[in-house]
């Protein structure tokens, strides 16, 4: 005797289910609902078809030692990682700079100083997790919104050459009413040196002499952060 019964949709199996249940449970729990290895597995998903993200998202975990830390390593450590390629390594990177875009959107168009914990947000974003030092600047309008946000030298571990008068030169091309120094601590430790200091003074006398506000200039470190106005050294 033959059944009338429609026939029931087969479920996928193997790796096409186990995706399959996670993108469901993303969509119906959120993001919150899938741990770090989890979640390194979905941005995988789609650039790496036919490999074991699970095994992948498990050693970058191992290697990096979070979600963030992941997708924010430097390209030459990712390439180490076995089977992720360049597919992977610039799936990870995109999120990356989706994140730094988000974070930014936050701020372009408000007064930073009235938003400093979603600045401070953003920086963090974009530095706690830098290798080498990097010094950056914010060049603000008179209103101080942000009119651009450009890395001005890169260094060493400990160390990054910068030149107060091109920073004030850059003001002057960009129209720039003031500005706010950004620089990272690789170590960890965002504690102003000797140098950090004095070169914070130099800039604002260079700045001061043509009539642009030095309003701050932070320090990033892992996860912390130190504001020299704040510290009274500006």
Same mark, same amino acid.
């Given at each position: 005797?033959?059944?009338? /019964? #429609?026939p029931?949709?087969?479920?996928? *199996?193997?790796?096409?289910?186990?995706r399959?249940?996670? !993108?469901? %449970?993303? +969509?119906a729990?959120?993001?919150?609902?899938?741990?770090?290895h989890?979640?390194?597995?979905?941005v995988?998903?789609?650039?790496?078809?036919r490999?074991?993200?699970?095994?992948?998202?498990?050693?970058l975990?191992?290697?990096?030692?979070s979600?963030?830390?992941?997708?924010?390593?430097?390209?030459?450590?990712?390439?180490?990682i076995?089977?992720?390629?360049?597919?992977?390594? /610039? #799936?990870?990177?995109?999120v990356?700079? *989706?994140?730094?875009?988000?974070?930014?959107?936050?701020? !372009?168009? %408000?007064? +930073?100083?009235?938003?400093?914990?979603?600045?401070?947000?953003?920086?963090?974003?974009a530095?706690?997790?830098e290798?080498?030092?990097?010094?950056?600047?914010?060049?603000?309008?008179?209103?101080?919104?942000?009119?651009a946000?450009e890395?001005?030298a890169?260094?060493?571990?400990?160390?990054?050459?910068?030149?107060?008068?091109e920073?004030?030169?850059?003001?002057?091309?960009?129209? #720039?009413?003031?500005?706010?120094?950004?620089?990272?601590?690789?170590?960890?430790?965002?504690?102003?040196?000797?140098?950090d200091?004095a070169?914070?003074?130099?800039?604002?006398?260079?700045?001061?002499?043509l009539?642009?506000?030095?309003?701050?200039?932070?320090?990033?470190?892992?996860?912390?952060?130190?504001?020299?106005?704040?510290?009274?050294?500006?």
């Amino acid at each position: 005797m033959f059944s009338s /019964a #429609a026939p029931q949709p087969r479920k996928p *199996a193997g790796a096409e289910g186990h995706r399959a249940r996670m !993108r469901a %449970r993303l +969509l119906a729990a959120g993001a919150e609902s899938l741990a770090d290895h989890e979640l390194l597995e979905m941005v995988l998903f789609t650039a790496l078809p036919r490999r074991d993200t699970k095994a992948i998202a498990k050693a970058l975990l191992a290697r990096f030692g979070s979600f963030a830390g992941a997708i924010a390593g430097p390209l030459a450590d990712l390439r180490t990682i076995e089977g992720l390629g360049e597919a992977g390594a /610039a #799936a990870l990177k995109t999120v990356q700079a *989706a994140a730094l875009r988000l974070a930014r959107s936050e701020i !372009r168009d %408000r007064p +930073l100083l009235d938003n400093w914990a979603r600045l401070m947000d953003y920086l963090n974003a974009a530095l706690a997790r830098e290798r080498v030092e990097q010094f950056r600047v914010l060049f603000l309008d008179s209103r101080n919104h942000l009119l651009a946000d450009e890395v001005q030298a890169r260094g060493t571990v400990n160390h990054t050459p910068v030149y107060p008068r091109e920073v004030v030169k850059r003001a002057l091309e960009l129209h #720039a009413a003031a500005i706010i120094l950004v620089h990272n601590h690789p170590s960890g430790d965002p504690t102003p040196s000797r140098e950090d200091i004095a070169m914070t003074a130099e800039t604002r006398k260079a700045a001061e002499a043509l009539a642009i506000v030095l309003h701050d200039h932070v320090i990033i470190g892992n996860g912390r952060w130190v504001s020299l106005r704040e510290r009274k050294l500006l």
